[in-house]
C-alpha cells in the first residue's frame, strides 16, 4: 500500500494555521496535512526572526521528504520561493489568491513604505482593533458572515507585535519578486482565484502564462480572494485531482 501523500499548507497575512481546518477536515485521510503557523502569526507569534530566510528554514526542517505545497496570499508568495528553494522536494504546488510580488522598483518602495506604516499602527493597537479594521480591507470584501466570523476568531490567535514583524519581514514590499525566476518552476502548478477578486485574477492569468509547468488556472465561481475560506470544498476537489492523477 503506497504511502498517504503529504500537503504543507501555508496561510495568509492575519491568519494562522488554524484557517485550514476545513481544507484539513474535507481532505480526510487522503493526505497527512501539516499547517503550520507562520513566524509573527498564531503561536509562532513571538518567533524571532521574522525573515523568508527563517521561513524556508522553518519549512526545511518539516520532516517530509517530498510534499505538495498550498499557499495563499502572503503563504502564496513564500511558497513560491520555498518552491524554487526547494525544487526536489516540492512536488506539486497549489497557489490561492497569490502574487510573486512587485516588479517596478518604485512601486515596492512606495509598498514597503505602506506596510511600515501600517506595521506602526498595527502596533498602537489591541488584536481585537486591528481585527476588526482588517475585515474591512477591500479585497476581503463580500464574504458571507460565517466567514467573516471565523477569518475575525482566527485573527485573534496572532498579537499586534507578532504581525506587524510579519509585515515588515514578510510584506509584499520586503520580498524580493519572482517575475523572472517563475520560469524556473517545474513542478506541476495549479494557480486558483475567486471570481470576485479582479487583482488577482489578472496576477494568476499571468503567473499561469509565465510558469512552464502551470497545469491548472481556475476562478472560483462567487468567491473572493480567500478562496480557501469561502469555498474549501473547491481547494480539496483540486488537492484530490492531483492525488488520483498522480
Same mark, same amino acid.
Given at each position: ?7 504543507? *499548507?501555508? +496561510? ?34 513571538? /518567533?524571532?526572526?521574522?525573515?523568508? %530566510? ?29 518552491? *524554487? ?6 512536488? /506539486? ?24 506604516? *501600517? ?32 477569518? +475575525?476568531?482566527?485573527?485573534? &490567535? ?8 510579519? @509585515? ?6 520586503? @520580498? ?6 517563475? /520560469?524556473?518552476? &517545474? ?5 486558483? !482565484?475567486?471570481?470576485? %477578486? ?22 472560483? =465561481? ?9 469555498? =474549501? ?6 488537492? !484530490? /485531482?492531483?492525488?488520483? %492523477?498522480?
Amino acid at each position: 500500500m503506497s504511502k498517504t501523500p503529504a500537503v504543507v *499548507l501555508l +496561510h495568509g497575512f492575519t491568519n494562522s494555521g488554524a484557517s485550514w481546518q476545513p481544507v484539513i477536515s474535507g481532505l480526510g485521510q487522503r493526505y497527512r496535512a501539516l499547517a503550520p503557523d507562520i513566524r509573527g502569526h498564531g503561536f509562532a507569534s513571538g /518567533r524571532v526572526p521574522v525573515t523568508l %530566510d527563517a521561513v524556508l528554514d522553518d519549512l526545511t526542517a518539516i520532516g517530509e521528504p517530498r510534499f505538495t505545497l498550498v499557499g495563499y496570499s502572503q503563504g502564496g508568495r513564500i511558497a513560491l520561493h520555498a518552491a *524554487l528553494a526547494m525544487p526536489t522536494r516540492v512536488e /506539486r504546488l497549489v497557489l490561492i489568491g497569490a502574487s510573486p510580488g512587485l516588479e517596478d522598483q518604485a512601486e515596492r518602495a512606495e509598498r514597503r513604505a505602506a506596510d511600515e506604516r *501600517l506595521a506602526a499602527s498595527i502596533e498602537t493597537l489591541t488584536i481585537e482593533q486591528f481585527a476588526t479594521t482588517w475585515a474591512q480591507t477591500p479585497v476581503l470584501a463580500g464574504a458571507s458572515a460565517e466567514v467573516a466570523q471565523a477569518a +475575525h476568531a482566527d485573527r485573534l &490567535r496572532s498579537t499586534p507585535q507578532g504581525l506587524a514583524a510579519a @509585515l515588515r519581514g514578510l510584506g509584499t514590499g520586503a @520580498l524580493e519578486p519572482l517575475w523572472s525566476e517563475l /520560469r524556473e518552476l &517545474r513542478m506541476p502548478t495549479s494557480i486558483i !482565484v475567486g471570481e470576485r %477578486d479582479e487583482k488577482f485574477k489578472a496576477i494568476g492569468r499571468e503567473m499561469a502564462r509565465r510558469i512552464p509547468s502551470a497545469d491548472r488556472f481556475l476562478v472560483v =465561481p462567487g468567491a473572493g480572494h480567500a478562496v480557501h475560506l469561502e469555498r =474549501p470544498d473547491v481547494v480539496v476537489a483540486e488537492l !484530490v /485531482r492531483r492525488t488520483a %492523477d498522480s
